[in-house]
């Protein structure tokens, strides 16, 4: 195991009236690692995400980035640290470009004043940078990065989003049921583009209920439940059952119950 985590957290509490959505959540993210954050419905895992992606702003508790304590008011500020997230309804523009895809939020501007006075933008600087990301994950099966994303199949869509963040996502990955709703094929692309992130270096928290996807990528797996992490497991000491049965309540962790 690496040395220092790159992202942590600590007794993260989110409160929604009387629903107490993070119950002193703990986290820890390694360089180069695939974290998978998994557990039952309404344990808080998306909650624990958004608050380490600036969607929601934790009531209590610290996140380091880099051994830093950081505050995201946004995304956007989550963003700019270099901590990407790819959300399962996945916020593409269907009727844009995959390179305008790419770009959303952050256009290269033409140099000069075309650009900084007039906005214009700079289309083949953008079209170039879309398809060389594209392409060093693998992904210039999608031959026309002038296509619209809605004629691209759920798959490359996921691909386009997982490359932008891929891309902008200078420190950390997070990825929000990323094969939810592809098929067999399309969620084997994506895998493998999940590989390919980490094999470039980028940490990536995946938060998945799909425990053979779980079982095949992860490093660690992040159990979650009632609102906290129980404990963190290694896949090669674990069967599918037994994360499941940690997830439930059925079973508890030695070193929990320890
Ligand atoms: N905006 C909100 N307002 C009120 N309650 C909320 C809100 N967001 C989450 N909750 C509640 O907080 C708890 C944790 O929800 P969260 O979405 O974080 O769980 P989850 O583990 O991601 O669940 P799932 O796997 O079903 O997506 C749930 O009881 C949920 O109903």
Redesign the pocket.
């Known amino acids: 195991m690496a040395l220092e985590p790159i992202l942590t957290a600590r007794g993260l509490v989110k409160r929604?009236?009387r629903?107490t959505?993070l119950d002193n959540a703990d986290f820890d993210l390694y360089p180069g690692e695939i974290l998978a954050v998994i557990?039952?419905?309404?344990?808080?895992?998306?909650?624990?995400i958004k608050a380490i992606s600036g969607a929601i702003t934790p009531d209590e508790g610290e996140i380091r980035l880099e051994g830093r304590p950081v505050t995201f008011r946004s995304p956007i500020e989550a963003r700019k640290a270099g901590i990407e997230t790819v959300y399962q309804n996945l916020a593409l523009s269907p009727a844009l470009s995959i390179a305008d895809n790419m770009f959303l939020g952050r256009e290269i501007r033409s140099p000069g004043v075309m650009g900084s006075v007039f906005r214009k933008l700079d289309r083949s600087a953008m079209e170039k940078f879309a398809r060389d990301k594209l392409s060093e994950l693998g992904l210039m099966t999608i031959q026309n990065i002038n296509q619209a994303v809605e004629t691209l199949s759920g798959g490359q869509r996921q691909g386009v989003a997982v490359a932008r963040a891929a891309a902008f996502g200078s420190k950390v990955i997070i990825l929000d049921e990323p094969t939810a709703a592809l098929g067999v094929k399309e969620s084997r692309r994506v895998l493998e583009l999940i590989l390919d992130v980490r094999r470039r270096g980028i940490p990536i928290v995946l938060i998945s209920?799909n425990m053979p996807h779980v079982f095949e990528v992860a490093d660690r797996i992040h159990i979650?439940r009632l609102?906290r992490r129980l404990t963190v497991i290694n896949p090669k000491d674990y069967t599918m059952s037994d994360a499941v049965a940690f997830m439930t309540g059925a079973k508890v962790p030695e070193a929990v119950a320890a």
């Open positions: 929604y009236g629903v959505a557990g039952d419905n309404g344990a808080g895992k998306s909650s624990m209920h979650h609102g």
